[in-house]
């Protein structure tokens, strides 16, 4: 699946130029990589995040929490020189949102939306990270960003097309999608993610393996890519029109969001679900600029605090107004889940404490939050498929013998759930082991197996670390 | 602990100035009995909040307002009904796996009630049973029987028979067979609570005839015989709830060619008084054609459905009707509670608008003055502990006083060079007196036994004066009456969230707290930020005491009792730092309304004395008891309905009264604000302020509460003994500065 990566490689197109130029540039060097560099970081997430609302989504649909992948959770504590390290909150956050993500997609309750808007997190937090990359010329970063998202996406896509075909799904003749050729060049879109990918909305049978809605819940996910790449493409623009004129180009997306969001304008389709989802998250993605450029610490924090609660405070009030098949699910709401994302990152970003390192009894996580961050794209990218994976591995349980009582199986029943929880975890730890050192080689390093940052530690006390850590 | 409290000491000495304290005692009382109390101040609210909460869910659960679920199921097919349930009889036996009917012989009637028991309208057709020698079967609710269990009771021992009809009718083909389950046990929990049986007789909520029965309902019934009950549907329906007269109801009830039947009625839902006056005819008209009315089981001559249950059942049952009875009365304190505390909320509001206006208009009139205008040089006493940061500031700005002013600086045993930095100014009318370590009162007394003139001005070792500041506040004692003055304490670090909520409390406890208790004559608290006292009231109730935590107070109130005035002085401005994190803002509160209940507590005999003391006695301690001390106590009550409105409803109703009341405190706080000229800006942080603020003073004067009831004096007494001994030794000033933060600028009485 690599070899997707050749052709948009840093070969391809910009040869190089750029790279090397980050490489050498003292923040980044860290990272050797990326990683370090918040930037990139970010990325990944963004990537990841971005999931919002899916559209298609259905049943489980995907929440749009995740982040996404970025790429570089790197740990990079090494590096020594230079710059700070990553900010272990903002790590300790994407990993929060990940984690909401996962529980949100397979437990469904709409309450873990308002709990904790992964999404807007994420958005932000990659709003943030492109801010600060952009201080490089913008063309060699979007391509960097896209790089680092698409090798990932590859190798999902892959697996997912290749399991569509196998169950006999023919895009030409699927009903759904209108047929012909324009099917066929929207599966581009499994490709680069301008778009909405076709996908089957029944594929296999009722008593197949996986569910017959499977392909939706793969699927669905993208929806945050394709988001993070139309931010990642617009950010050139949007930091412009931020630095010109802050507080427009930060409200605008909410404005936009009251009006494409409530139905007072209605635009149908895919492309209403794209710049819906762009409107949305937008506000967080700009209050990313904010937080890098310093504008949220510029204004008295009781303004910005009181401001930001009622802001959210107006979004729990539309809310009660305008509830969704499921409740309080803000994924359904589009202008209440933009403002109390909205407000939630303000206050999340302010309170900012820039930790170097997780304090007190967080630091007991600091490896998992390092690698949930590493591999942020890949965990967001497969979680869903890995859910429903989760049934007919745990559907093996009711023929223990000892499972053949009425009562056991009833216990098993209502505890089904917290048991696919439990069980999602490890598989994702699977797909981490087999595809996530794709997300490495997109980020041109050598391809780590399991970065939770244990050797880089040891790296960075050794050298500078780079050449340890990134073979970690 | 000893590496905590360190901690805390550096974490304040790197913030500058803010949390100094003097005196070792304060150590010693706050301290070490902190650490013991520290569980006990959040569980005891805690626990007191989570019982009051849980107590006004049941409530709302057995009066249907939570879990309540009133969809209907429309009609369905009924091909999967066996037959003979479809043409048989009205009691349905599907226990053990049977599915067969029972009819009632001719001549033989039961009259059935369902959804009560209805404190209204059930003692009445009681007593129409009873004078007819009547029986029937009641089919009760789960939440009617958890409330009127006497009437449950009645029932019984009057040769009734009851039934089940679930806890709170919901319909049955919408639940789980969990849900249904927990509506049957717990509707038996009620029975056996209120009158000691188990009954074996079922209806379903919204049942009719047996051939009503459909493919939803068939196999709840099915399942429910499993369950051991057999079901009882009726023959024919009064349809009494619709009131459709006497008559027509007796019409309705009368079965046919004088056959058998159930009949049912309502004794609960609403006006019955119908059913009771077509009963008082149906019965002795029956009679007379020869029915009888027995209960179910006596007509089908069967043995009772009931049984007596015992032990441990019984007494869960009777613990179930005793929680519901609590929790229904506690919920008619709590409401009377929330009906008090608004009321003393919103008479404050009107009582500090109306009063402080007054204040304002008397000082702000052309030509007010309080008498000759006091020009005389007057004493600045600066207690210091660790100053280090702040204490230049606090001198400079005094050089800069517009009035003529000696400068006293007692440093109380600092260990950072306070004294040596004044010292090293060398200001000609600054003096530094030094002393061991003893506590700020202590000092204050020093200092005042160096004063060379008459007023003395107190303050704080980091708070600064304006030029006018010492001027404005000496004023006043151009009255002779005046004993001490308050000045205006402002908060100087507003711009962070905490300091926008210390700076909005401190503008309306300035503007509106303190000009209304100047007009009322008993301002509680001179506060040690900025103050001015005349030396000779001073010398006459013996100086500063340190008898409680809060000097300030206690100081204030001797002046009172002593006949002296103390007034406010708007425009003496001193700037302050107010705590920025949440444990020092506790530690200082704690203080404060600890301190002001032990100053209360210590000069109670005002109230029977005579004279100026009988007079404070009588109208300031208890003003000041209810606005500060008990009103608080009944403040967490706001939140309780308001989370328990908003989760159980009525939403709309609750939402639009708690913004009701903020208008009220906005309206207030603006028009402070405006006695004070200051922006309004800060006024944006009111909302938050009101949902994170005011629970943390509320808790924290909870505490003290605890405190005071759990023995706190004594320890007190006790540890203070300990403070003076070690004084001396003092060992590092390890200062935790959180109980500490002199007090002294309280905003507030």
């Avoid at chain 2, 006056?277 to 020869?290: H, I, M, S, T, V």
């Amino acid at each position: 699946m690599t070899h997707g990566y050749p052709p948009m490689g840093p070969g391809a197109a910009g040869p190089g130029a750029p790279e090397p130029s980050w490489q050498n540039d003292p923040a980044w060097q860290t990272d050797p990589a990326w990683q370090n560099d918040p930037a990139w970081r970010t990325d990944p997430y963004a990537g990841a995040g971005a999931y919002g609302h899916e559209p298609a989504a259905t049943a489980v649909a995907p929440e749009p929490s995740t982040p996404a992948p970025d790429p570089a959770p790197e740990p990079v504590p090494a590096a020594a020189p230079k710059k700070p390290g990553r900010d272990r909150y903002l790590d300790l956050l994407r990993s929060i949102a990940l984690v909401r993500v996962v529980a949100y997609h397979l437990f469904g309750w709409a309450w873990l939306t308002v709990l904790f808007p992964s999404m807007g997190v994420m958005f932000a937090l990659a709003g943030s990270l492109m801010a600060r990359s952009l201080n490089r010329p913008a063309w060699g970063v979007i391509k960097s960003r896209v790089r680092r998202l698409l090798p990932p996406l590859w190798v999902f896509s892959a697996v997912v097309l290749t399991m569509m075909f196998a169950g006999g799904w023919n895009p030409t003749k699927d009903p759904d999608l209108g047929g012909g050729m324009w099917a066929v060049i929207d599966l581009f879109n499994y490709l680069v993610p301008v778009g909405a990918p076709p996908f089957p909305w029944q594929i296999g049978s009722q008593s197949g393996l996986l569910e017959n809605t499977w392909a939706v819940q793969a699927a669905g996910v993208l929806w945050y890519l394709r988001a993070y790449l139309w931010f990642v493409v617009a950010s050139p623009l949007l930091l412009w029109a931020f630095r010109r004129a802050p507080w427009p180009t930060l409200l605008a997306p909410l404005a936009l969001t009251a009006v494409v969001g409530t139905g007072v304008v209605k635009i149908p389709g895919e492309t209403g679900n794209a710049i819906s989802d762009f409107a949305v998250y937008g506000g967080c993605w700009v209050l990313g600029f904010a937080h890098h450029e310093g504008l949220l610490s510029r204004i008295p924090r009781y303004v910005a605090v009181s401001c930001a609660s009622l802001v959210m405070a107006f979004g729990l009030w539309w809310a009660s107004g305008h509830l969704g098949p499921d409740g309080w699910d803000l994924n359904d709401i589009p202008l209440s889940q933009a403002t109390w994302s909205f407000g939630f990152v303000v206050i999340l970003l302010l309170y900012s404490p820039s930790w170097q390192e997780l304090p007190g009894r967080l630091a007991r996580w600091d490896k998992l939050v390092t690698l949930s961050n590493n591999r942020a794209v890949t965990i967001y990218l497969w979680h869903n498929l890995l859910i429903m994976a989760t049934v007919p591995i745990l559907d093996q349980l009711y023929n223990l013998p000892f499972m053949e009582s009425e009562r056991a199986s009833a216990a098993l029943d209502s505890t089904y759930m917290i048991w696919m929880f439990f069980l999602v975890w490890p598989l994702i730890g699977l797909a981490v082991l087999s595809f996530g050192w794709v997300e490495d080689i997109a980020a041109k390093r050598s391809p780590r197996l399991w970065p939770n940052g244990t050797k880089k530690k040891a790296a960075a006390s050794g050298d500078g670390g780079r050449g340890g850590r990134r073979r970690g | 602990m000893a590496s905590r409290t360190r901690r805390r000491g550096a974490e304040h000495g790197a913030r500058g100035g803010s949390s100094r304290r003097h005196a070792p005692e304060h150590r010693a009382r706050g301290a070490a009995p902190r650490r013991r109390r520290v569980p006990m101040r959040l569980l005891l609210p805690c626990l007191v909040l989570v019982a009051l909460m849980a107590m006004l869910m049941l409530r709302g659960y057995v009066h249907s307002e939570i879990l309540a679920d009133h969809r209907i199921r429309p009609e369905a097919a009924t091909d999967k009904v066996p037959e003979k349930i479809l043409e048989g009889g009205p009691v349905i036996d599907t226990r053990g796996g049977r599915a067969e009917t029972l009819s009632l012989r001719d001549h033989r009637l039961v009259l059935t009630f369902d959804d009560g028991p209805d404190p209204e309208w059930t003692p009445k057709v009681l007593d129409v049973l009873k004078k007819h020698h009547a029986h029937a079967v009641f089919f009760v609710t789960g939440t009617m029987a958890s409330r009127y269990p006497e009437l449950v009771r009645r029932m019984v021992e009057e040769g009734h028979e009851v039934g089940l009809h679930t806890f709170n009718h919901p319909d049955l083909s919408y639940q789980s067979k969990k849900r249904i389950d927990w509506e049957l046990s717990q509707n038996q929990l009620a029975i056996t609570g209120a009158a000691g049986i188990r009954t074996s007789l079922f209806r379903p909520p919204y049942s009719s005839f047996a051939d009503a029965m459909d493919n939803a309902s068939w196999p709840i019934t099915e399942y429910i015989g499993q369950r051991g009950y057999l079901t009882v549907v009726n023959n024919t329906d009064s349809e009494d709830w619709q009131k459709p007269g006497v008559d027509e109801i007796i019409r309705r009830a009368t079965p046919k060619g004088g056959k058998g039947a159930i009949v049912l009625m309502h004794d609960s839902g609403g006006d019955r008084h119908q059913t009771v006056q077509a009963l008082d005819r149906f019965l002795p008209d029956l009679q007379a054609k020869g029915y009888k009315f027995g209960n179910l089981t006596e007509a089908l001559g069967a043995p009772s459905a009931h049984s007596q249950v015992t032990g441990l059942d019984l007494w869960k049952g009777k613990a179930w009707i005793f929680l519901v009875r609590a929790s229904d009365n506690i919920t008619g304190v709590l409401v009377v509670g929330l009906a008090v505390i608004g009321f003393l909320v919103i008479s404050r509001f009107v009582l500090m608008l109306l009063l402080s206006g007054i204040h304002a208009r008397r000082v702000r009139r052309k030509g007010f003055r309080w008498g000759p205008p006091v020009t005389e040089p007057v004493t600045v006493l600066v207690p210091a502990y660790n100053e280090a940061k702040c204490i230049e500031n606090t001198v400079r700005s005094l050089m800069a006083s517009e009035h003529p002013i000696e400068v006293i600086v007692v440093d109380d045993g600092s260990s950072d060079g306070t004294a040596r930095i004044v010292e090293a100014m060398g200001l000609p009318n600054v003096r530094v007196v030094r002393q061991l370590n003893a506590g700020k009162p202590a000092a204050l007394n020093r200092g005042l036994a160096n004063a060379s003139y008459d007023i003395i001005v107190m303050m704080d070792g980091d708070t600064v004066f304006e030029p006018a500041t010492v001027r404005e506040l000496v004023q006043p004692f151009g009255d002779p009456r005046v004993g001490a003055v308050a000045g205006n304490a402002k908060v100087g670090n507003r711009d962070s969230l905490i300091g926008a909520w210390q700076h909005i409390e401190y503008v309306m406890g300035f503007n509106l707290d303190r000009r209304m208790y100047d007009i009322l004559r008993c301002m509680p608290t001179i506060p040690g930020a900025v103050g001015a006292f005349r030396r000779s009231a001073l010398e006459r109730v013996g100086g500063m005491s340190d008898d409680t935590l809060a000097e300030d107070t206690d100081i204030t109130m001797a002046m009172h009792r002593d006949g002296w005035r103390v007034v406010y002085a708007e425009n003496a401005r001193a700037w302050t730092e107010a705590p920025e994190s949440v444990q020092q803002l506790w530690s200082q509160r704690y203080r404060w309304s600890y301190g002001t209940m032990q100053a209360i507590w210590k000069h109670r005999r005002a109230l029977v004395e005579k004279g100026p003391s009988g007079r404070f006695g009588r109208v300031g301690l208890p003003l000041v008891s209810l606005f500060m001390v008990l009103a608080p106590l009944l403040a967490p009550l706001i939140d309780v309905f308001l989370i328990y409105g908003l989760i159980f409803g009525p939403t709309q109703k609750t939402v639009v009264a708690w913004l009701g009341v903020l208008a009220i405190q906005l309206v207030c706080a603006a028009y402070a604000f405006r006695l004070d000229k200051e922006r309004m800006t800060h006024l944006i942080s009111l909302p938050l302020q009101q949902i994170l603020y005011r629970q943390l003073m509320y808790v924290v004067l909870l505490q003290s509460w605890i405190t005071a009831l759990t023995g706190g004096r004594l320890r007190w007494q006790k540890l203070r003994r300990t403070g003076v001994v070690e004084a001396p030794g003092g060992p590092v000033p390890s200062q935790r500065s959180a109980g500490t933060r002199d007090g002294d600028r309280r905003p507030v009485g």
